[in-house]
Structure formats: structure tokens, C-alpha cells
């Protein structure tokens, strides 16, 4: 099992470009998320998905769109990036449907935006 | 979920115990206690949960006082690797979507 792999690992950009960081993780999990970590902070999560066809909100979601089309993918697209989104994001996932259960997360994605 | 309260550094030499304490005086009684770590800006890496009882894994010891107000990871032989931020967090299980929803943890540095 490759776990969960996120791509791309790092990333710049430059500010109202859009992108997409993917997300997949083959455990067949129900749960799956992702969080941004700003420097010397705790992670905060943006989206979440129960389940494929269903996503919500996180604390954080403003600026970023997520679709779960499979259970195994759930990317994250930044429509208009802006130097606040300056972040390393991870993906994790989880077993259970409500998220409560051991999650595991991916190597993060750093991503700088100009 | 329940607000959790730990020390935000903490030193310990290589081969000693590691003992983390965490504060949840606000618990409920379907929350359990998870630990997870992060290693220079790695993914968060799962160590060991528990609801009541105390538990062990080949990583590490969890101790939940009897009133689960409070609870302490314990690294037995803390090595150099094991230098991270930690992290306790109160989180149910069941119901609508859980939120990990994560502090700023416990820097912990293991020295020689």
C-alpha cells in the first residue's frame, strides 16, 4: 500500500493563478480531508468528505473547492491564489465515515504563493 | 469535540521517559484521547489512542487518569528521532463528521 500520496511536494505560484493539488490514497477510506499548516501553527482543516459524492466545510474553506467523484481522490483546487494561502497543505484520510477513527496523512504539499 | 491544554515545550535526554502530560477537564464520556506527532513538517503520525483505560504500543504508553481529566503519553527510551511536536486531541467517534482539530501540541527535544 502506497498510503496517501499527495502531489505536487512543493509549489509556486503566482497570485490570481489557479491549481489543483491532488490527493489519493488506496485503503479504500471513507474519510478523507485536508489541512493547511502555517508556520509555527497547528493544522486547520479547509474540507472534508465523507464519502464519494459528499464534501463539507472545514474552518477554513474560503478560497478552495474540493470534488469527490471516487472514494479514492479528493483534490483541492485554489481558484484565485492569494500570498495568504502561502501554506503547506496535507490530505489525510481515515476508515471510518465520520472521521473518527486513526487518520493518515500524506507528506504535504509547500506551496508559495508570489 | 473537547478543548485540550498541553505545555508548549519540553526537554528530555536520549534513553530516558518521555512523559507528556495533556489537560481535557472537559471531556465527555464518548471522547477518546488520541496522540499524534509531527516530525519537521511531515504529515502528523498516528501514536496511540484510549478512552479509560490505559494503553501501550510498540511506540509508546498512554495513561488516562481515572476521572479522564487529564492523560500522559510516555515515550519509555526517548531517542534523538523522537524530537517532534506532539499532539493530544479529544475526539469522538460515531455521529456527524468528526473535526481532528489540532493545537499547537508540545514541541518536545530529545538531547544527548
Known amino acids: 500500500n502506497a498510503g496517501v500520496t499527495q502531489t505536487p511536494k512543493f509549489q509556486v505560484l503566482k497570485t490570481g493563478q489557479s491549481m489543483t493539488l491532488q490527493c489519493a490514497q488506496d485503503m479504500n477510506h471513507e474519510y478523507m480531508s485536508w489541512y493547511r499548516q502555517d508556520p509555527g501553527m497547528g493544522l486547520r482543516l479547509i474540507h472534508y468528505s465523507v464519502g464519494a459524492g459528499i464534501t463539507d466545510q472545514g474552518e477554513v474553506p474560503n478560497g478552495y473547492n474540493v470534488s469527490r467523484s471516487t472514494t479514492e481522490d479528493f483534490p483541492l483546487r485554489l481558484l484565485s491564489a492569494a500570498p495568504s494561502q502561502t501554506s503547506v497543505y496535507f490530505c489525510?484520510?481515515?476508515?471510518?465515515?465520520?472521521?473518527?477513527?486513526?487518520?493518515?496523512f500524506g507528506p504535504g504539499t509547500r506551496l508559495t504563493v508570489l | 469535540d473537547a478543548k485540550t491544554t498541553q505545555p508548549p515545550s519540553m526537554d528530555c535526554a536520549e534513553g530516558r521517559a518521555a512523559n507528556l502530560p495533556c489537560n481535557h477537564s472537559t471531556i465527555s464520556g464518548n471522547e477518546y484521547v488520541y496522540w499524534y506527532r509531527q516530525i519537521h513538517s511531515q504529515g502528523p503520525q498516528y501514536i496511540i489512542h484510549?478512552?479509560?483505560n490505559n494503553e501501550t504500543n510498540e511506540m509508546a504508553s498512554l495513561i488516562i487518569t481515572e476521572d479522564r481529566k487529564s492523560s500522559t503519553l510516555i515515550l519509555p527510551h526517548a531517542t534523538l528521532r523522537d524530537t517532534a511536536v506532539y499532539y493530544c486531541?479529544?475526539?469522538?467517534?460515531?455521529?456527524?463528521?468528526?473535526?481532528?482539530?489540532f493545537g499547537t501540541g508540545t514541541r518536545l527535544q530529545v538531547t544527548l
Open positions: 489525510a484520510s481515515s476508515w471510518a465515515p465520520s472521521g473518527g477513527d486513526t487518520q493518515y
Open positions: 486531541i479529544a475526539l469522538s467517534w460515531g455521529g456527524t463528521a468528526s473535526k481532528l482539530t
Open positions: 484510549g478512552l479509560k
